[in-house]
Protein backbone atom coordinates (compact mmCIF):
# COMPACT_ATOMS: atom_id res chain seq x y z
CA UNK A 1 0.00 0.00 0.00
CA UNK A 2 1.76 3.98 -0.71
CA UNK A 3 1.67 5.44 2.36
CA UNK A 4 2.64 8.47 0.70
CA UNK A 5 -0.91 9.92 0.97
CA UNK A 6 -0.64 9.66 4.79
CA UNK A 7 1.66 12.88 4.81
CA UNK A 8 -1.43 14.83 4.00
CA UNK A 9 -4.54 13.46 6.28
CA UNK A 10 -3.63 15.42 9.12
CA UNK A 11 -4.42 18.45 6.57
CA UNK A 12 -7.11 17.41 4.80
CA UNK A 13 -9.29 15.63 8.19
CA UNK A 14 -9.61 19.00 9.73
CA UNK A 15 -9.94 20.66 6.90
CA UNK A 16 -12.94 18.18 5.76
CA UNK A 17 -14.39 18.33 9.66
CA UNK A 18 -14.14 21.89 9.18
CA UNK A 19 -16.43 21.46 6.12
CA UNK A 20 -18.83 19.18 7.63
CA UNK A 21 -19.44 21.26 10.93
CA UNK A 22 -20.15 24.43 8.88
CA UNK A 23 -23.22 22.16 7.42
CA UNK A 24 -24.45 21.56 10.84
CA UNK A 25 -23.83 24.75 12.05
CA UNK A 26 -26.86 24.86 14.21
CA UNK A 27 -26.96 21.26 15.10
CA UNK A 28 -25.27 21.48 18.42
CA UNK A 29 -24.57 18.15 19.00
CA UNK A 30 -23.60 16.84 15.84
CA UNK A 31 -21.14 19.91 15.90
CA UNK A 32 -19.49 18.24 19.06
CA UNK A 33 -19.51 14.94 17.81
CA UNK A 34 -17.77 16.37 15.41
CA UNK A 35 -15.20 17.90 17.04
CA UNK A 36 -14.33 15.05 19.62
CA UNK A 37 -14.39 12.16 17.32
CA UNK A 38 -12.70 13.87 14.45
CA UNK A 39 -9.87 15.28 16.41
CA UNK A 40 -9.39 11.87 18.01
CA UNK A 41 -9.03 10.15 14.78
CA UNK A 42 -6.51 13.36 13.30
CA UNK A 43 -4.74 12.31 16.35
CA UNK A 44 -4.65 8.54 15.47
CA UNK A 45 -3.49 10.03 11.67
CA UNK A 46 -0.99 11.90 13.29
CA UNK A 47 0.76 9.35 15.48
CA UNK A 48 0.72 6.87 12.64
CA UNK A 49 2.75 9.36 10.55
CA UNK A 50 4.58 9.62 13.01
CA UNK A 51 5.42 6.07 13.82
CA UNK A 52 5.25 5.58 9.60
CA UNK A 53 8.43 8.02 9.57
CA UNK A 54 10.15 6.81 12.90
CA UNK A 55 10.30 3.70 10.31
CA UNK A 56 11.34 4.42 7.29
CA UNK A 57 12.34 8.47 7.26
CA UNK A 58 11.27 11.30 5.82
CA UNK A 59 7.94 11.11 3.48
CA UNK A 60 7.59 13.38 0.76
CA UNK A 61 4.22 14.03 -0.91
CA UNK A 62 4.51 15.40 -4.10
CA UNK A 63 1.14 17.25 -4.67
CA UNK A 64 -0.74 17.12 -8.20
CA UNK A 65 2.29 14.59 -8.73
CA UNK A 66 4.57 17.59 -10.10
CA UNK A 67 7.92 17.08 -9.62
CA UNK A 68 9.40 18.45 -6.76
CA UNK A 69 11.37 21.48 -7.35
CA UNK A 70 8.21 22.80 -9.75
CA UNK A 71 5.54 21.69 -7.42
CA UNK A 72 4.08 21.83 -3.74
CA UNK A 73 5.31 18.84 -1.81
CA UNK A 74 4.44 17.73 1.43
CA UNK A 75 7.29 16.71 3.84
CA UNK A 76 7.43 15.20 7.04
CA UNK A 77 10.51 14.59 8.67
CA UNK A 78 10.65 13.64 12.33
CA UNK A 79 10.11 17.67 13.48
CA UNK A 80 7.47 17.78 11.44
CA UNK A 81 5.60 14.70 12.58
CA UNK A 82 6.64 14.98 16.03
CA UNK A 83 4.60 18.93 15.75
CA UNK A 84 1.75 17.56 14.09
CA UNK A 85 0.97 14.54 16.85
CA UNK A 86 1.63 17.81 19.43
CA UNK A 87 -1.10 20.03 17.28
CA UNK A 88 -3.55 16.86 17.55
CA UNK A 89 -3.20 16.05 20.92
CA UNK A 90 -3.14 19.79 21.69
CA UNK A 91 -6.62 19.88 19.25
CA UNK A 92 -8.20 16.46 20.85
CA UNK A 93 -7.81 17.91 24.41
CA UNK A 94 -9.36 21.50 23.39
CA UNK A 95 -11.90 19.47 21.63
CA UNK A 96 -13.20 17.79 24.84
CA UNK A 97 -12.43 20.67 27.15
CA UNK A 98 -14.66 22.47 25.14
CA UNK A 99 -17.79 20.11 25.28
CA UNK A 100 -18.78 21.76 28.49
CA UNK A 101 -17.33 24.98 28.19
CA UNK A 102 -18.27 27.09 25.22
CA UNK A 103 -21.68 28.17 24.85
CA UNK A 104 -23.88 27.64 22.80
CA UNK A 105 -23.82 31.41 21.53
CA UNK A 106 -20.22 30.74 20.44
CA UNK A 107 -21.30 27.30 18.57
CA UNK A 108 -23.70 28.80 16.79
CA UNK A 109 -21.04 31.39 15.90
CA UNK A 110 -18.78 28.70 13.96
CA UNK A 111 -16.47 27.88 16.85
CA UNK A 112 -16.08 24.55 16.09
CA UNK A 113 -15.18 25.31 11.62
CA UNK A 114 -13.01 27.57 13.10
CA UNK A 115 -11.09 25.04 15.24
CA UNK A 116 -10.84 22.93 12.62
CA UNK A 117 -9.83 25.71 10.05
CA UNK A 118 -7.11 26.46 12.62
CA UNK A 119 -5.43 22.84 13.28
CA UNK A 120 -5.15 22.48 9.52
CA UNK A 121 -3.03 25.64 9.25
CA UNK A 122 -1.23 24.80 11.78
CA UNK A 123 -0.41 21.22 10.38
CA UNK A 124 -0.39 22.78 7.22
CA UNK A 125 2.66 24.74 8.48
CA UNK A 126 4.16 21.45 9.93
CA UNK A 127 4.19 19.44 6.76
CA UNK A 128 4.64 21.81 3.83
CA UNK A 129 7.97 21.71 2.11
CA UNK A 130 7.48 25.01 -0.01
CA UNK A 131 8.21 28.56 1.69
CA UNK A 132 4.85 30.28 0.12
CA UNK A 133 3.05 27.11 0.58
CA UNK A 134 4.11 28.02 4.28
CA UNK A 135 3.16 31.56 4.36
CA UNK A 136 -0.23 30.50 2.78
CA UNK A 137 -0.71 27.88 5.75
CA UNK A 138 0.52 30.92 8.12
CA UNK A 139 -2.55 33.08 6.85
CA UNK A 140 -4.91 30.40 7.07
CA UNK A 141 -4.33 29.27 10.95
CA UNK A 142 -4.42 33.04 11.53
CA UNK A 143 -7.48 33.77 10.10
CA UNK A 144 -9.20 31.42 12.09
CA UNK A 145 -7.31 32.43 15.53
CA UNK A 146 -8.28 36.14 14.62
CA UNK A 147 -11.90 35.21 15.04
CA UNK A 148 -11.67 33.04 17.57
CA UNK A 149 -10.08 35.58 19.73
CA UNK A 150 -12.80 38.04 19.44
CA UNK A 151 -15.51 34.86 20.03
CA UNK A 152 -17.31 37.29 22.15
CA UNK A 153 -17.34 40.77 21.78
CA UNK A 154 -15.58 41.93 24.81
CA UNK A 155 -13.84 45.49 24.98
CA UNK A 156 -10.74 43.39 26.24
CA UNK A 157 -11.07 40.76 23.60
CA UNK A 158 -11.13 43.77 20.96
CA UNK A 159 -8.40 45.83 22.48
CA UNK A 160 -6.08 42.69 22.36
CA UNK A 161 -7.50 41.38 18.87
CA UNK A 162 -6.31 44.82 17.57
CA UNK A 163 -2.80 44.29 19.30
CA UNK A 164 -2.68 41.14 17.77
CA UNK A 165 -3.87 41.46 14.31
CA UNK A 166 -1.71 44.02 13.88
CA UNK A 167 1.33 43.01 14.66
CA UNK A 168 0.64 39.23 13.33
CA UNK A 169 -0.47 41.06 9.87
CA UNK A 170 2.91 43.06 10.16
CA UNK A 171 5.20 40.04 10.43
CA UNK A 172 2.90 38.42 7.22
CA UNK A 173 4.07 41.45 5.45
CA UNK A 174 7.80 41.09 6.53
CA UNK A 175 7.69 37.09 5.36
CA UNK A 176 6.54 37.88 2.18
CA UNK A 177 8.54 40.26 0.90
CA UNK A 178 11.52 38.20 2.36
CA UNK A 179 9.85 35.46 0.09
CA UNK A 180 9.99 37.95 -2.58
CA UNK A 181 13.74 38.32 -2.16
CA UNK A 182 14.52 34.85 -2.44
CA UNK A 183 12.35 34.25 -5.43
CA UNK A 184 14.32 37.25 -6.70
CA UNK A 185 17.56 35.64 -5.60
CA UNK A 186 17.35 32.21 -6.23
CA UNK A 187 14.06 31.68 -8.48
CA UNK A 188 12.86 28.98 -6.46
CA UNK A 189 9.99 28.20 -3.83
CA UNK A 190 11.08 25.21 -2.85
CA UNK A 191 12.65 24.85 0.24
CA UNK A 192 15.19 22.18 -0.32
CA UNK A 193 15.73 23.40 -3.64
CA UNK A 194 16.29 27.34 -1.83
CA UNK A 195 18.61 25.48 0.32
CA UNK A 196 20.89 23.89 -2.41
CA UNK A 197 20.93 27.24 -4.57
CA UNK A 198 21.71 29.51 -1.78
CA UNK A 199 24.71 27.71 -0.99
CA UNK A 200 26.04 27.92 -4.17
CA UNK A 201 25.76 31.64 -4.58
CA UNK A 202 29.13 33.45 -4.66
CA UNK A 203 27.79 36.67 -2.90
CA UNK A 204 26.46 35.53 0.35
CA UNK A 205 25.43 39.05 1.57
CA UNK A 206 22.11 39.52 0.44
CA UNK A 207 21.23 35.93 2.22
CA UNK A 208 22.07 37.21 5.28
CA UNK A 209 19.89 40.46 4.28
CA UNK A 210 16.95 37.43 3.78
CA UNK A 211 17.68 35.72 6.61
CA UNK A 212 17.03 38.62 8.85
CA UNK A 213 14.06 39.29 6.95
CA UNK A 214 12.94 35.77 8.28
CA UNK A 215 13.51 36.09 11.50
CA UNK A 216 12.19 38.96 12.44
CA UNK A 217 8.70 37.74 10.56
CA UNK A 218 9.85 34.41 12.66
CA UNK A 219 10.76 35.85 15.73
CA UNK A 220 6.90 38.18 16.03
CA UNK A 221 4.80 35.05 15.56
CA UNK A 222 6.83 33.15 18.13
CA UNK A 223 6.76 36.08 20.59
CA UNK A 224 10.52 36.46 20.72
CA UNK A 225 12.22 39.82 22.55
CA UNK A 226 11.55 42.27 21.72
CA UNK A 227 8.61 41.55 19.44
CA UNK A 228 6.18 40.07 22.26
CA UNK A 229 4.36 42.40 23.27
CA UNK A 230 1.25 41.33 21.54
CA UNK A 231 1.06 38.26 23.24
CA UNK A 232 0.42 39.10 26.62
CA UNK A 233 -1.99 41.87 25.44
CA UNK A 234 -4.33 39.47 23.99
CA UNK A 235 -3.63 35.72 25.42
CA UNK A 236 -5.79 36.59 28.28
CA UNK A 237 -9.15 37.33 26.76
CA UNK A 238 -11.01 34.66 24.59
CA UNK A 239 -12.05 31.92 25.29
CA UNK A 240 -10.32 29.40 28.23
CA UNK A 241 -10.39 26.36 25.80
CA UNK A 242 -9.59 29.40 22.87
CA UNK A 243 -6.60 30.22 24.67
CA UNK A 244 -5.24 27.10 25.98
CA UNK A 245 -5.02 25.80 22.42
CA UNK A 246 -3.42 29.45 21.28
CA UNK A 247 -0.86 29.43 24.21
CA UNK A 248 -0.25 25.41 22.80
CA UNK A 249 0.34 26.03 19.07
CA UNK A 250 0.41 29.23 17.43
CA UNK A 251 3.77 30.59 18.90
CA UNK A 252 5.54 27.31 18.45
CA UNK A 253 4.69 27.54 14.91
CA UNK A 254 6.78 30.47 14.84
CA UNK A 255 9.54 28.59 16.20
CA UNK A 256 9.07 25.73 14.27
CA UNK A 257 9.22 27.94 11.25
CA UNK A 258 12.84 29.21 12.69
CA UNK A 259 13.70 25.74 13.51
CA UNK A 260 13.05 24.90 9.93
CA UNK A 261 14.72 28.05 7.79
CA UNK A 262 18.02 28.36 10.08
CA UNK A 263 18.55 24.68 9.85
CA UNK A 264 17.80 24.07 6.28
CA UNK A 265 18.32 27.59 4.55
CA UNK A 266 20.25 29.86 6.66
CA UNK A 267 23.36 27.88 7.47
CA UNK A 268 26.07 29.34 6.17
CA UNK A 269 26.52 32.51 8.25
CA UNK A 270 25.84 30.74 11.52
CA UNK A 271 28.34 33.03 13.63
CA UNK A 272 26.00 35.58 12.99
CA UNK A 273 22.66 34.55 12.87
CA UNK A 274 22.74 32.41 16.01
CA UNK A 275 24.45 34.88 17.37
CA UNK A 276 21.65 36.91 17.53
CA UNK A 277 19.37 34.18 18.17
CA UNK A 278 21.77 33.41 21.24
CA UNK A 279 21.06 36.94 22.76
CA UNK A 280 17.29 36.69 21.60
CA UNK A 281 16.74 33.81 23.13
CA UNK A 282 18.35 35.16 26.60
CA UNK A 283 16.62 38.30 26.75
CA UNK A 284 13.28 36.47 26.08
CA UNK A 285 13.71 34.10 28.80
CA UNK A 286 14.73 36.62 30.87
CA UNK A 287 11.88 39.78 30.23
CA UNK A 288 9.45 36.64 30.10
CA UNK A 289 9.81 35.67 33.77
CA UNK A 290 10.36 38.96 35.05
CA UNK A 291 6.86 39.89 33.22
CA UNK A 292 5.22 37.37 35.02
CA UNK A 293 6.49 38.24 38.42
CA UNK A 294 5.01 41.32 38.20
CA UNK A 295 1.13 39.66 37.37
CA UNK A 296 -1.69 38.69 39.50
CA UNK A 297 -3.86 37.15 37.10
CA UNK A 298 -3.59 33.65 36.41
CA UNK A 299 -3.80 33.41 32.73
CA UNK A 300 -1.34 36.72 32.05
CA UNK A 301 1.10 34.89 34.60
CA UNK A 302 0.86 31.77 32.04
CA UNK A 303 0.90 34.34 28.86
CA UNK A 304 4.03 35.54 30.33
CA UNK A 305 5.72 32.17 30.72
CA UNK A 306 5.05 31.34 27.31
CA UNK A 307 7.69 34.16 25.94
CA UNK A 308 9.89 33.00 28.77
CA UNK A 309 9.88 29.35 27.37
CA UNK A 310 9.81 30.45 23.55
CA UNK A 311 13.41 31.68 24.99
CA UNK A 312 14.79 28.06 26.01
CA UNK A 313 13.52 26.68 22.71
CA UNK A 314 15.06 29.62 20.51
CA UNK A 315 18.31 29.03 22.90
CA UNK A 316 18.32 25.04 21.66
CA UNK A 317 18.45 26.64 18.16
CA UNK A 318 21.02 29.38 19.00
CA UNK A 319 23.60 26.80 20.42
CA UNK A 320 23.23 24.58 16.98
CA UNK A 321 24.96 21.32 18.56
CA UNK A 322 23.39 18.23 18.43
CA UNK A 323 22.58 18.06 21.89
CA UNK A 324 21.44 21.43 21.86
CA UNK A 325 18.72 20.86 18.91
CA UNK A 326 17.88 17.42 20.69
CA UNK A 327 17.17 19.62 24.29
CA UNK A 328 15.12 22.22 21.97
CA UNK A 329 12.80 19.82 19.87
CA UNK A 330 12.34 17.89 23.51
CA UNK A 331 11.56 21.13 24.82
CA UNK A 332 9.08 22.03 22.31
CA UNK A 333 7.18 18.39 22.85
CA UNK A 334 7.29 18.82 27.00
CA UNK A 335 6.24 22.72 26.59
CA UNK A 336 2.82 22.50 24.35
CA UNK A 337 1.46 19.71 26.21
CA UNK A 338 2.40 21.29 30.07
CA UNK A 339 0.74 25.08 28.57
CA UNK A 340 -1.61 24.04 27.46
CA UNK A 341 -2.75 22.07 30.05
CA UNK A 342 -1.83 25.06 32.47
CA UNK A 343 -4.83 27.05 30.57
CA UNK A 344 -7.21 24.10 30.58
CA UNK A 345 -6.70 24.29 34.79
CA UNK A 346 -6.47 28.19 34.87
CA UNK A 347 -10.48 27.61 33.45
CA UNK A 348 -11.31 24.82 36.06
CA UNK A 349 -9.85 27.51 38.35
CA UNK A 350 -12.56 30.02 36.98
CA UNK A 351 -15.75 27.62 37.01
CA UNK A 352 -14.17 26.48 40.83
CA UNK A 353 -13.33 29.48 42.13
CA UNK A 354 -15.05 32.39 40.55
CA UNK A 355 -12.54 34.14 39.12
CA UNK A 356 -9.27 34.91 37.73
CA UNK A 357 -7.61 37.19 39.82
CA UNK A 358 -5.37 35.49 42.94
CA UNK A 359 -6.73 37.91 45.05
CA UNK A 360 -10.13 36.95 45.00
CA UNK A 361 -9.16 33.30 44.44
CA UNK A 362 -8.53 30.98 47.25
CA UNK A 363 -9.39 27.65 49.25
CA UNK A 364 -8.93 25.69 46.47
CA UNK A 365 -6.75 23.43 47.85
CA UNK A 366 -8.99 22.29 50.96
CA UNK A 367 -12.53 22.31 48.61
CA UNK A 368 -10.75 21.26 45.54
CA UNK A 369 -7.53 18.90 46.15
CA UNK A 370 -7.74 16.97 42.79
CA UNK A 371 -7.37 20.39 41.24
CA UNK A 372 -4.61 20.99 43.18
CA UNK A 373 -2.73 17.84 42.19
CA UNK A 374 -3.64 18.62 38.37
CA UNK A 375 -1.92 21.65 38.78
CA UNK A 376 0.64 21.14 40.76
CA UNK A 377 2.23 18.45 37.78
CA UNK A 378 1.90 20.65 34.54
CA UNK A 379 3.11 23.68 37.09
CA UNK A 380 6.28 21.79 38.41
CA UNK A 381 7.15 20.76 35.28
CA UNK A 382 6.75 23.89 33.53
CA UNK A 383 9.21 25.17 35.91
CA UNK A 384 11.56 22.07 35.61
CA UNK A 385 10.87 19.64 38.69
CA UNK A 386 12.27 16.23 38.40
CA UNK A 387 11.15 13.31 37.48
CA UNK A 388 8.07 15.27 35.47
CA UNK A 389 9.02 16.36 31.57
CA UNK A 390 10.41 19.92 31.96
CA UNK A 391 13.01 18.69 34.12
CA UNK A 392 14.87 16.45 31.15
CA UNK A 393 14.11 19.74 28.85
CA UNK A 394 15.35 22.01 30.99
CA UNK A 395 18.29 19.51 32.02
CA UNK A 396 19.56 18.77 28.28
CA UNK A 397 19.30 22.10 27.12
CA UNK A 398 21.50 23.27 29.75
CA UNK A 399 24.38 20.62 29.61
CA UNK A 400 24.34 21.78 25.72
CA UNK A 401 25.13 24.90 26.80
CA UNK A 402 27.59 24.25 29.12
CA UNK A 403 29.45 22.30 26.52
CA UNK A 404 28.92 25.19 23.75
CA UNK A 405 30.36 27.40 26.91
CA UNK A 406 27.65 29.83 26.17
CA UNK A 407 28.13 30.54 29.92
CA UNK A 408 25.43 33.74 30.38
CA UNK A 409 22.92 31.60 28.48
CA UNK A 410 23.17 28.34 31.05
CA UNK A 411 23.30 31.03 34.04
CA UNK A 412 19.95 32.93 32.94
CA UNK A 413 18.21 29.72 32.03
CA UNK A 414 19.15 28.33 35.23
CA UNK A 415 17.63 31.47 37.25
CA UNK A 416 14.82 31.73 34.65
CA UNK A 417 13.53 28.32 35.89
CA UNK A 418 13.96 29.04 39.72
CA UNK A 419 11.57 32.00 38.92
CA UNK A 420 9.42 30.23 37.25
CA UNK A 421 9.24 28.36 40.31
CA UNK A 422 8.41 31.28 42.34
CA UNK A 423 5.45 32.37 39.78
CA UNK A 424 3.60 28.65 39.86
CA UNK A 425 4.29 28.55 43.99
CA UNK A 426 2.29 32.64 43.93
CA UNK A 427 -0.29 30.56 41.86
CA UNK A 428 -0.22 27.80 44.27
CA UNK A 429 0.06 29.87 47.83
CA UNK A 430 -3.16 32.06 46.71
CA UNK A 431 -4.86 30.15 44.59
CA UNK A 432 -5.04 26.90 46.45
CA UNK A 433 -3.46 27.07 49.63
CA UNK A 434 -4.74 30.53 51.66
CA UNK A 435 -8.05 30.87 52.81
CA UNK A 436 -11.02 31.56 51.07
CA UNK A 437 -11.30 35.71 50.87
CA UNK A 438 -14.99 35.46 51.20
CA UNK A 439 -16.09 32.74 53.83
CA UNK A 440 -17.41 30.13 51.50
CA UNK A 441 -19.36 32.70 49.05
CA UNK A 442 -22.60 31.08 47.65
CA UNK A 443 -20.66 29.49 44.49
CA UNK A 444 -23.32 27.55 42.73
CA UNK A 445 -22.57 23.89 43.34
CA UNK A 446 -19.90 22.89 40.14
CA UNK A 447 -21.56 19.93 38.38
CA UNK A 448 -20.44 17.80 35.52
CA UNK A 449 -16.84 18.85 35.67
CA UNK A 450 -16.02 15.43 35.18
CA UNK A 451 -15.24 15.88 31.83
CA UNK A 452 -12.97 18.66 32.39
CA UNK A 453 -11.31 16.62 35.01
CA UNK A 454 -10.20 14.17 32.41
CA UNK A 455 -9.01 15.86 30.12
CA UNK A 456 -6.40 17.68 32.21
CA UNK A 457 -5.73 14.37 34.20
CA UNK A 458 -4.66 13.18 30.72
CA UNK A 459 -2.70 16.08 29.72
CA UNK A 460 -0.96 15.67 33.08
CA UNK A 461 -0.35 12.15 32.61
CA UNK A 462 1.34 12.56 29.47
CA UNK A 463 3.74 15.57 30.79
CA UNK A 464 4.21 12.27 34.05
CA UNK A 465 5.22 9.98 31.00
CA UNK A 466 7.76 12.23 28.89
CA UNK A 467 9.33 12.06 32.33
CA UNK A 468 9.42 8.49 33.74
CA UNK A 469 9.97 7.30 30.14
CA UNK A 470 11.97 9.79 29.06
CA UNK A 471 14.05 7.62 26.61
CA UNK A 472 11.73 6.34 24.07
CA UNK A 473 10.93 10.14 23.45
CA UNK A 474 14.65 11.76 23.66
CA UNK A 475 15.61 8.97 20.74
CA UNK A 476 12.59 10.64 18.87
CA UNK A 477 13.92 14.40 19.38
CA UNK A 478 17.60 12.94 18.75
CA UNK A 479 16.65 11.90 15.06
CA UNK A 480 14.64 14.80 14.55
CA UNK A 481 17.63 16.98 15.32
CA UNK A 482 20.12 14.50 13.32
CA UNK A 483 17.74 15.07 10.66
CA UNK A 484 17.80 18.84 11.28
CA UNK A 485 21.61 19.12 11.46
CA UNK A 486 22.11 17.23 8.26
CA UNK A 487 19.90 18.91 6.24
CA UNK A 488 21.03 16.85 2.87
CA UNK A 489 18.92 14.12 4.35
CA UNK A 490 16.13 16.29 3.88
CA UNK A 491 16.97 17.75 0.64
CA UNK A 492 17.62 14.82 -0.96
CA UNK A 493 14.37 12.76 -0.09
CA UNK A 494 12.63 16.43 -1.61
CA UNK A 495 14.45 16.66 -4.83
CA UNK A 496 15.69 12.96 -5.16
CA UNK A 497 18.63 11.74 -7.59
CA UNK A 498 17.77 14.76 -10.37
CA UNK A 499 19.33 17.34 -8.60
CA UNK A 500 19.88 19.99 -11.41
CA UNK B 1 11.87 51.05 -14.78
CA UNK B 2 12.99 48.51 -12.15
CA UNK B 3 15.37 51.48 -10.53
CA UNK B 4 11.82 53.43 -10.49
CA UNK B 5 9.61 50.64 -9.10
CA UNK B 6 12.48 50.57 -6.38
CA UNK B 7 11.95 53.91 -5.07
CA UNK B 8 7.82 53.18 -5.16
CA UNK B 9 8.07 50.14 -3.49
CA UNK B 10 10.68 51.82 -0.98
CA UNK B 11 7.94 54.91 -0.70
CA UNK B 12 5.08 52.19 0.00
CA UNK B 13 6.88 50.26 2.58
CA UNK B 14 7.89 53.83 4.54
CA UNK B 15 4.28 55.06 4.48
CA UNK B 16 3.20 51.88 5.41
CA UNK B 17 5.10 52.12 8.45
CA UNK B 18 4.36 55.81 9.01
CA UNK B 19 0.44 55.29 9.25
CA UNK B 20 0.79 51.99 11.02
CA UNK B 21 2.65 54.46 13.86
CA UNK B 22 -0.04 57.24 13.77
CA UNK B 23 -2.70 56.75 16.86
CA UNK B 24 -6.10 55.99 15.38
CA UNK B 25 -6.89 52.62 14.28
CA UNK B 26 -8.55 53.60 10.39
CA UNK B 27 -4.74 54.65 9.68
CA UNK B 28 -3.75 51.59 10.89
CA UNK B 29 -5.76 49.78 8.46
CA UNK B 30 -4.59 52.29 5.73
CA UNK B 31 -1.07 51.45 6.70
CA UNK B 32 -1.93 47.66 6.85
CA UNK B 33 -3.44 48.07 3.06
CA UNK B 34 -0.19 50.03 1.99
CA UNK B 35 2.15 47.00 3.70
CA UNK B 36 0.85 44.15 1.33
CA UNK B 37 0.89 46.29 -1.62
CA UNK B 38 4.36 47.12 -1.49
CA UNK B 39 4.94 43.19 -0.44
CA UNK B 40 3.10 42.33 -3.96
CA UNK B 41 4.52 45.37 -6.02
CA UNK B 42 8.05 43.86 -4.66
CA UNK B 43 7.55 40.19 -5.98
CA UNK B 44 6.48 41.63 -8.81
CA UNK B 45 9.64 43.69 -8.90
CA UNK B 46 12.25 40.73 -8.60
CA UNK B 47 10.63 38.68 -10.45
CA UNK B 48 11.89 40.46 -13.75
CA UNK B 49 9.70 43.28 -15.60
CA UNK B 50 9.26 41.66 -18.80
CA UNK B 51 7.13 42.73 -21.94
CA UNK B 52 5.49 40.90 -24.65
CA UNK B 53 6.89 37.88 -24.35
CA UNK B 54 4.42 35.67 -22.59
CA UNK B 55 5.52 32.63 -21.72
CA UNK B 56 3.04 30.56 -23.93
CA UNK B 57 4.37 27.05 -25.27
CA UNK B 58 3.98 26.66 -29.51
CA UNK B 59 1.78 24.17 -30.26
CA UNK B 60 3.31 20.33 -30.96
CA UNK B 61 6.23 21.29 -28.65
CA UNK B 62 7.08 20.54 -25.21
CA UNK B 63 9.22 23.47 -23.91
CA UNK B 64 9.52 27.45 -24.62
CA UNK B 65 12.04 28.78 -26.96
CA UNK B 66 13.77 31.55 -26.26
CA UNK B 67 12.92 34.18 -23.33
CA UNK B 68 9.54 34.22 -21.40
CA UNK B 69 7.57 35.85 -18.85
CA UNK B 70 7.93 34.18 -15.36
CA UNK B 71 4.25 33.17 -14.75
CA UNK B 72 5.31 32.01 -11.24
CA UNK B 73 5.48 35.42 -9.70
CA UNK B 74 2.36 36.23 -10.89
CA UNK B 75 0.45 33.14 -9.42
CA UNK B 76 2.11 34.04 -6.37
CA UNK B 77 1.09 37.65 -5.64
CA UNK B 78 -2.30 36.79 -7.05
CA UNK B 79 -2.44 34.37 -3.88
CA UNK B 80 -1.57 36.68 -1.87
CA UNK B 81 -3.71 39.59 -3.01
CA UNK B 82 -6.48 37.18 -2.55
CA UNK B 83 -5.14 36.59 0.78
CA UNK B 84 -4.32 40.00 1.81
CA UNK B 85 -8.06 41.25 0.57
CA UNK B 86 -9.83 38.69 3.17
CA UNK B 87 -7.55 39.31 5.56
CA UNK B 88 -7.93 43.47 5.40
CA UNK B 89 -11.95 42.79 5.07
CA UNK B 90 -11.27 41.41 8.54
CA UNK B 91 -9.55 43.79 9.65
CA UNK B 92 -11.91 46.29 8.78
CA UNK B 93 -14.93 44.92 10.47
CA UNK B 94 -12.34 44.98 13.38
CA UNK B 95 -11.63 48.16 14.10
CA UNK B 96 -15.58 49.12 13.55
CA UNK B 97 -16.60 46.61 16.20
CA UNK B 98 -13.67 47.67 18.31
CA UNK B 99 -14.60 51.44 17.98
CA UNK B 100 -18.35 50.35 18.82
CA UNK B 101 -17.54 48.79 21.65
CA UNK B 102 -14.36 51.15 23.03
CA UNK B 103 -16.45 54.20 21.96
CA UNK B 104 -13.01 55.10 20.78
CA UNK B 105 -10.51 55.49 17.33
CA UNK B 106 -7.35 56.48 19.43
CA UNK B 107 -4.95 53.53 20.00
CA UNK B 108 -3.60 54.80 22.81
CA UNK B 109 -7.22 54.73 24.58
CA UNK B 110 -6.69 51.17 24.22
CA UNK B 111 -4.76 50.21 26.78
CA UNK B 112 -7.05 48.06 28.81
CA UNK B 113 -5.22 44.67 28.53
CA UNK B 114 -1.39 45.28 28.84
Not at chain 1, 424 to 443: C, Q
Request: with cysteine; aromatic share 10%; glycine share 8%.
Amino acid sequence: MDLEVLVALPIIIPLLLGALSLTVLSNHSAQRWLGAIGTALLLICSVWLLLHTREVGIQVLEVGSWPAPFGIVLVSDMLGAIMVVLASITGFATALYSLKTVRKRFERFGYYPLLHLLLAGVNGAFLTGDIFNLYVWFEVLLVASFALLILGGERAQMEGAIKYVTLNLLSSALFLTAIGLTYGLVGTLNMADIAVKMASLEDQKMVTVIASLFLIAFAIKAAAFPLFFWLPASYHTPQVAVSAIFAGLLTKVGVYALYRVFTLIFTADTGFTHEILLWIAIFTMLTGVLGAAAQFEVRRILSFHIISQIGYMILGLALFTPLALIGGVFYIMHHIIVKANLFLVAGLMYRLGGSFELKKLGGLYRNHPGLAVLFLIPALSLAGVPPLSGFFAKFILIKAGVEAGAWWAVGIALLVGLLTLFSMIKIWNEAFWKASPEPNPAVPAPTRNALLYWTIGLLAAMTVCIGLFAQPIYQMAEMAAAQLLNPAGYIEAVLGGTTP
Amino acid sequence: MTTLMAILIGTFYAAAIYMMLRRSVVKLVIGLILLSNAANLLIFTVAGMDRGIPPLIPKGELLIEGPAADPLAQAVILTSIVIGFGVLAFAVVLIHRACEVVQTDDMNEMKGTD
